[in-house]
């Protein structure tokens, strides 16, 4: 069977999965045929954001999963940095040396190494739940490489597994609209005011303002206000 053919049919069983644990499953089994045997579907944290209420599928390792959270490994990891701002797939050993290069960030790629996770391909992707999505597969080869077919078949795949989580996790984001007072308030915390200035720019209480950013925050399922920015700008919520 070739990708192509594996490729379309992930396509149109993702249209039959009730539950994000048969869509893991099915990726799993389709990434497999081109060397990946772990993945990660997970929206990418903005600052200081935590990871595990991103993350939308989970094939990591167990024990890296939780090493990687608890050590808050997002922040240092060359991969996930590069993450932020990759428009394009790319492979981890191609993140640029002066995100790759740092301690910290070898210091993750050699414990990766330790659960079999030698080389990886990263499919970045728009998102209506996160500002930056992506779709992180790893192999226990050390320099695995696609082909051009392979590539775009797991692309294909990427995007078409994000866009079945989201209406199987999330169908409410369909939904969100802020309020007028809302897009007040968030766009003034994006030109970084404090809660205090806000209130004395638009005449409400602290309390007020800081009830509108948690609202927002809840709205859009992220734990952070500039998690709330970037989502609302990447959406065209409020103006940049």
Known sequence: MTIEVDTFEFVERCKTHRSTDALLG???????????????VSGVPAGNEALVPLVELNGWPDGWFQRYVERRYADVDGV?????????PFYWQDVPGRLSAT?????????????????GYVVPSYSRRHWQALVSFASPEKQLRLSRRQQT???????????????????EVLEIVLS?????????????KTADEIADILRISTA?????LQNIRRTYGVSSTLGAVAVAMHRAHIAP
């Open 153 to 171: 078949a797991v692309n294909l795949m990427s995007m078409m597994t994000i866009r079945c989580v989201e209406n199987l996790r999330h169908p």
């Open 80 to 88: 996930c940095r590069y993450s932020r701002t990759a428009i394009n």
């Open 26 to 40: 099915d990726l799993l089994h389709t990434a497999s045929k081109v060397g990946f045997e772990h993945l990660i």
């Open 180 to 192: 007028p007072r809302e897009q007040e308030v968030l766009t003034w915390a994006a030109m970084d």
């Open 208 to 212: 007020t303002v800081r009830k509108h």
């Open 103 to 119: 301690a910290s960030s070898r210091l993750v790629a050699n414990e990766a190494t330790d659960f079999g996770l030698m080389s």
